[in-house]
């Protein structure tokens, strides 16, 4: 008991660093393959390894919080067109789904949709307010005039490429599982709401069934046509909205980056890009002239074949993501990742060659000395019969490119056929029975057929003699 008490303890130390190793690797193998993550509003996200779980495309798994966003500026202020008090903006966008922060980077695939939500929220003045008032933009500085009058407020999004603040083409797909129709995400007129929880989002994305989406119906649109006109006047803004119908959360579902951005080769540098979200107003183009008024716009094709200005009140984008070009099983996560230069790879290989077994070497003559002296007779002179004379038998001669093979690489063993004792005695017997005055010795220098005939087969006597 006492030995037992008094163990050295270096072997305590061994001991105890090996039950941690076992625990840390156990612990490693129960981390879940699914991890959930609590958002801000109060739901879920799943987040898991794309490489070792593949989930279906229409899954509630794929839904997941993305990157945040940041102001990038305020363009233009808007004022009330009575009063004259300027309105207090704010957008707020969400990305739920098709990104995943991966050592301390947010990455996306080319290949995969990705979802983007966004609304927008007036803090100095309600919904009711605002949908009876009107607005103008407040122009300072230019040859135009001072008020352009705002016919409906709207959201759009795109993406530019970090390194030079190009812009990249985004593709929206239809609801349809084969090849549909692809268009750019278009302007969406906005009225101001809260943004719906990311839960929702998730629930309502595949939605097709008419009752289910009528629960989701108050929280994405406002319905003009169910409003009092009598509350709300000739020029307020409900009237100046394009359709019946408004919405009030802007949806990019199904998006996807184009084509035409280069990221197909895992092994180069990483190019980030971010998305922009962009609050505007689209006035008439009559009144706004164009003419350099300091404030970024774009010029819209409206439904009923007129043209509109959508003018840049706020942008916000994310931080720079990483959009990858191939599946996510091309790409090792940064633990795993090794840089192999060429002269790394052929120290690996001289490493390598180094530490293979001794069997991989081919006989040579100090490894025949090294055996006993019977053994080592055996190999050099075993003839069955000491009175019958063994005639040399021609070996095949290496080619040249074996031989510079065998120079240059000491481990080089040309790829023979194993015979077999039996294979070699039925060669024997057929041998025989070709050669009926011969016998079952070894040939002779008079027995020229029988020599001729061995060496046709290129047999090897040796090995033979190794096996005996």
Known sequence: MNEMENTDPVLQDDLVSKYERELSTEQ????????????????????????KLKIAPRSTLQFKVGPPFELVRDYCPVVESHTGRTLDLRIIPRIDRGFDHIDEEWVGYKRNYFTLVSTFETANCDLDTFLKSSFDLLVEDSSVENRLRVQYFAIKIKAKNDDDDTEINLVQHTAKRDKGPQFCPSVCPLVPSPLPKHQIIREASNVRNITKMKKYDSTFYLHRDHVNYEEYGVDSLLFSYPEDSIQKVARYERVQFASSISVKKPSQQNKHF????????????????????????????????SKGMFVYLQE????????????????????????????????????????????AQPLNESCLNARPSKRRSKVALGAPNSGASISPIKSRQSTPMEASKENEDPFFRPNKRVETLEHIQNKLGALKNQC??????????????????????DLVYSRVFLLI
């Open 28 to 51: 490693e193998e129960d981390t879940p393959v699914i991890l959930t993550q609590l958002n801000e509003d109060g739901t879920t996200s799943n987040y898991f390894d794309k490489r």
């Open 274 to 305: 971010s998305l922009h979200v962009i609050l505007g107003a689209v006035v008439d183009p009559d009144t706004f002239h164009g003419e350099n008024p300091g404030i970024p716009y774009d010029e819209l094709a409206l439904k009923n074949g």
């Open 316 to 359: 916000m984008k994310t931080p720079p993501l990483i959009i990858r070009g191939r599946s996510p099983s091309n790409y090792a996560s940064s633990q795993r990742i090794t840089v192999r230069t060429p002269s790394s790879v052929n120290s690996s290989q001289n490493s390598t060659k180094r530490k293979m077994p001794s069997m």
């Open 436 to 457: 009926p005055d011969s016998s079952l010795k070894y040939p002779s220098s008079s027995s020229r057929g029988m020599e001729g005939c061995l060496e046709k087969e």
